[in-house]
């Protein structure tokens, strides 16, 4: 009878194994939606960053031109006074000549003001939508975070329960089988136990020995001579 439970607890350990590598695989994955989540939310920061920047060169840009256009304006005054006082007419014609050049310079210069000021304008009224998008993006983050916390706790407290169970089953090893079954697992972990299947090892499909396969036959394990397995005899044929 003892020999014949061999078969049946291995079969238990690498379900529970199984158990495990799935619960570890679920805690790992956890971080993950996070991560991207974070990068998210940096990318859209970055954005938000860039566009602060991007209005103020749009205001600097703004406020050289309009000094520009004071100091344009100024020149004009000072050439209209130079002009009043001119003695010569062709002094007069001169000034005269360089005022309607300046002025027509001046209202170029007021058709880029207006034009940046425009932009200052357009680049303002986005700022608003950035920043709800960085809060609402923020604050998912912190959602998912919970969520993720959450299942963790979860996941962690269902390990717990499965290695109290692993552990039990363990006991019921017979010390030679239990020292081959740990040195496999610490290796390869659930991938170091496989159920046969049709005279084959069930994880590299090796064909078995006879010898093997009386061993599966009587309830009892065996390792492949291909793959270092511990095999044991699938539930449908045992």
Not at 67 to 81: P, V, Y
Not at 116 to 140: F, G, I, Y
Not at 189 to 206: K, M
């Amino acid at each position: 009878m003892a020999v014949a439970t061999t078969a049946t607890v291995i079969r238990t350990l690498h379900r529970i194994q199984r158990q495990l590598t799935d619960l570890r695989s679920q805690l790992a994955a956890g971080p993950k939606p996070i991560s991207i989540q974070s990068k998210r939310l940096q990318n859209i920061e970055a954005e938000r960053t860039a566009l602060a920047e991007t209005l103020k060169k749009a205001r600097k840009h703004a406020d050289e031109k309009q000094l520009l256009l004071r100091s344009s304006e100024a020149k004009i005054n000072d050439l209209e006074a130079k002009r009043n006082t001119a003695k010569a007419n062709r002094e007069y014609q001169l000034l005269g000549e360089q005022i309607d050049a300046d002025k027509m310079a001046v209202k170029v210069l007021e058709d880029e003001i207006l034009e940046s000021l425009e932009r200052v304008d357009e680049v303002t009224n986005q700022q608003p939508a950035a920043t709800d998008n960085v809060k609402k993006v923020a604050e998912a983050l912190e959602e998912l975070k919970k969520q993720v916390q959450k299942e963790a706790t979860q996941l962690e407290g269902e390990m717990t329960r499965v290695l109290s169970k692993l552990e039990e089953v363990e006991r019921d090893l017979t010390a030679e089988t239990r020292e081959v079954y740990q040195r496999v697992v610490k290796h390869k972990g659930e991938d170091g136990l496989a159920a046969s299947e049709g005279g084959c090892c069930g994880g590299c499909h090796q064909q078995l020995t006879g010898k093997m396969l009386s061993q599966l036959m009587a309830g009892n394990v065996a390792m492949c001579r291909s793959c270092g397995r511990l095999l044991y005899e699938s539930e449908t044929t045992s």
